[in-house]
């Protein structure tokens, strides 16, 4: 159902890859809103995917682009302005990736090259979009951009191991630049800590699918699907927001305020009593 939230929009939407990306979603919803926005990602993950599909089913103009280098968004967001006649009202940066987890480098054995990498592509490339948007004045006043992250930002989870310096540093970037963005030009920026979700890069990190059912069983409404964090992404675009800015919201069925579950409990239960059988 469209309830024309963007009507009349303009905006980038970083990181779509594939059916399973977020970003994804968001493109869908967005141009069913009643958005145009142009689609990006890096020229190597724009060869691996299916953005074109994408793009045509959006309507939407495709612009190549490396998120790490400022000469690269600075055409790409004169190239969008050029493309959507105006200046942008949102952006969204669905952007991650961490050359220690595809390596399988354990956290206490980083390689520190590749660490700098993932700091690089997964954090910095935020404050590089927000600092190139304000330096060309491309985005409207009550613009709205929002990053996603993921609660290894604030709790430890082993095996997201650089990744989840990356998040703290996503947030971070995302409160203090909008504190800047918002006197300048009343932009808002927020982060959304989303569920684990089943996507390309998501999938690639160690014991991925055990984590997915623990945090489904933690959480009272189960996981948040790409589809509700594409919703949650809608209402921070759209004027409906207008006063929520610097913050990190969870799209997570609740599993950030929970501290065991009873299925959770229940399971314990289970192993401890089998264990106990076990015994002579």
Request: charged content about 20%; hydrophobic content about 40%.
């Amino acid at each position: 159902m469209s309830y024309g939230l963007l009507k009349g929009k303009k905006g980038i939407i970083f990181g779509a890859l594939d059916e399973q990306s977020i970003a994804w979603k968001v493109a869908l919803k967005a141009h069913e809103e009643g958005a145009r926005f142009t689609l990006t990602n890096a020229p190597v993950a724009m060869r691996m995917g299916k953005i074109k599909e994408l793009g045509q089913a959006c309507d939407a103009p495709i612009i190549g682009a490396d998120a790490t280098s400022v000469e690269d968004l600075e055409k790409l967001f004169r190239e969008s302005m050029d493309a959507l006649g105006g200046k942008l009202d949102f952006v969204l940066h669905s952007i991650g990736m961490s050359p220690n987890v595809r390596k399988d480098r354990h956290y206490t054995d980083l390689n520190y090259d590749w660490y700098l990498k993932t700091l690089d592509i997964s954090a910095l490339s935020f404050h590089k979009v927000l600092q190139t948007a304000l330096k060309l004045d491309a985005m409207n006043d009550w613009g709205s951009v929002v990053a996603l992250s993921y609660i290894a930002a604030q709790r430890t989870f082993p095996s997201y191991n650089d990744m989840a310096e990356a998040k703290a540093t996503l947030e971070s970037i995302g409160r203090s630049f909008g504190y800047h963005f918002g006197k300048r030009n009343k932009v808002r920026i927020n982060t959304i800590s989303q569920s684990p979700t089943v996507t390309t890069a998501g999938s690639g990190i160690e014991g991925f699918d055990v984590f997915f059912h623990f945090a489904d069983k933690m959480s009272p409404l189960g996981n948040a699907p790409a589809d509700d964090c594409a919703g949650l992404c809608m209402f921070l675009f759209s004027d409906l927001s207008r006063s929520v800015t610097m913050q990190n919201l969870y799209n997570d069925g609740g599993f950030s305020s929970v501290g065991v579950s009873e299925e959770i409990m229940e399971m314990l239960g289970e192993t401890m009593k089998a264990k106990a059988g076990l015994q002579p």
